[in-house]
């Protein structure tokens, strides 16, 4: 009798040391998931809230499965990145080939984003491509939004060439067929996501002053239906003069100088845009897919703004402790935020599913990553001549892919 407690005991123990031992081990790897709703961004408690976050009691708590921000974290040296170059990849745009333009710096290259309580697998295009077998993604944003798709591009070059199947000469409306796994890529750019009309060229900072219909979705809203994936992103463009209306009627502006106007502020532009977007999609007849809002993405123009001799001249990341999210940046990315948060839990009850690609800290920490003067020759009289916006390919905006793909290999997790 005793004899038998004895092992029984023992049985119990050891399964417990196994268990916690495979645990212990396991843990850093598999029981991520993507971001959710209980947690609060960790810029956002880095600045303003002195309560500790709500994934440090989750990690503490046994009981619970571990949940690690996949969006948190810090850039560490990848000596053997990058993974293609500007004569392996055809499909990096003019304005982001550093390497053609001169940039003479290759260190910007070698990082990879590492979580604080994780690891962030690199991109593996075999596996993207296995996993999106069949389907397909869209990008609806700016210019940076095709500045990620051409990263993605670049990335699949080495599994899968692409077949341009555009349906149009439209350059705003780009779509791609990986034939070897049935994946169709496509584009719509739309930079402020609702209905646009440039008012005047130039405008009161020469650089246009545009009417948006803030209550109508732009005319990607016609295209996507057909989509599994959709990633939906703004930013920039909304720094510029813009004039809104709604129903048809003016409302208010941003920046345009003109009396019988009021000053909305480009604030209530960017929540505007996002929520007809949204709602525009959780309205979608048809639509059996899935939408990711990639977070906005900081410039980094130091020392002036971008007509004012701005520049980013940075040769390094920055630590996490180095810097923090403030000003229009933590701005618009709380709206964004908000938002987002606002159409998930409306959409919820029609079934619609959301995704948030969360990467606004990992960008605001590479100010060392755009093309600065390296995206034209220097005697070339372009706008923005010092580009502090959008990202040098290769470069740090191929681990929006490491996000992606970690992100559906998550939600695959979670079907199955
Ligand atoms: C790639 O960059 C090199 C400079 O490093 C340049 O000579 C070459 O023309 C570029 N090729 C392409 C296809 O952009
Ligand atoms: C504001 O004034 C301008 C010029 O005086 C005029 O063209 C415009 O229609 C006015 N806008 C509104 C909303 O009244
Ligand atoms: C940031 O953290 C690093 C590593 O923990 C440390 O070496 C550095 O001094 C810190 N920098 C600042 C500005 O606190
Ligand atoms: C650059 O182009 C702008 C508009 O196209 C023009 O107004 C300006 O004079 C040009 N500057 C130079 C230096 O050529």
Redesign the pocket.
């Known amino acids: 009798m005793e004899h038998l407690f004895e092992r029984r005991r023992c049985l119990l123990l050891c399964l417990t040391l196994i268990s916690f031992v495979l645990l212990t081990i396991m843990a850093p790897y598999h029981y991520y998931t993507v971001y959710t709703k209980s947690q609060v961004p960790s810029v956002i408690w880095k600045t303003s809230s002195p309560a500790s976050p709500p994934s440090v009691h989750l990690r503490n708590t046994a009981k619970t499965a571990r949940v690690c921000n996949v969006f948190s974290g810090e850039w560490v040296p990848n000596p053997s990145a990058p993974y293609y ?3 392996s990849c ?1 499909a ?1 745009h003019e304005h982001q ?1 550093c ?2 333009y ?1 940039r003479p710096d290759t260190q910007f290259l070698k990082w990879r984003w590492k979580p604080n309580d994780c690891e962030l697998p690199l991109f593996n295009a075999a596996q993207f491509l296995e996993i999106l077998r069949g389907k397909s993604l869209a990008f609806v944003g700016d210019s940076v939004a095709r500045n990620h798709m051409q990263s993605l591009m670049c990335l699949l070059n080495r599994v899968s060439f692409p077949v341009d199947v555009s349906q149009t000469s439209d350059e705003r409306f780009k779509r791609w067929s990986y034939a070897s796994h049935s994946f169709t890529l496509a584009f719509f750019l739309s930079p402020f996501l609702v209905k646009t009309m440039e008012a005047d060229q130039n405008g009161p900072t020469n650089t246009g002053l545009f009417n948006l219909y803030l209550d109508e979705p732009d005319d990607w809203i016609t295209k996507v239906n057909e989509f599994d994936y959709v990633i939906m992103s703004a930013g920039q463009w909304f720094f510029r003069p813009m004039i809104f209306s709604e129903k048809k009627q003016v409302i208010g502006c941003h920046f345009c100088l003109q009396e019988n106007i009021t000053d909305l502020t480009k604030y209530y532009g960017y929540r505007m845009a996002f929520r007809t977007a949204f709602q525009a999609m959780n309205e979608l007849r048809g639509f059996k897919g899935m939408l990711f809002l990639r977070t906005f993405a900081p410039s980094h123009f130091e020392g002036g703004d971008w007509n004012k001799g701005g520049n980013c001249l940075r040769r390094l990341p920055l630590r996490n402790n180095e810097t923090r999210l403030d000003g229009f940046n933590l701005e618009l990315y709380m709206i964004q935020i908000e938002e987002f948060r606002r159409a998930e839990k409306q959409g919820r009850d029609r079934g619609m599913k959301y995704g948030l690609m969360d990467i606004t800290e990992a960008m605001l920490l590479r100010p060392d990553g755009h093309p600065s003067k390296y995206g034209h020759w220097p005697n070339e009289n372009v706008t923005l001549y010092n580009d502090c916006v959008h990202w040098c390919l290769p470069g740090p905006i191929d681990a929006f892919n490491d996000f992606l793909l970690h992100m559906l290999i998550d939600i695959k997790k979670k079907e199955s």
């Open positions: 170059t500007n004569e055809w990096i080939n390497r053609k001169g």
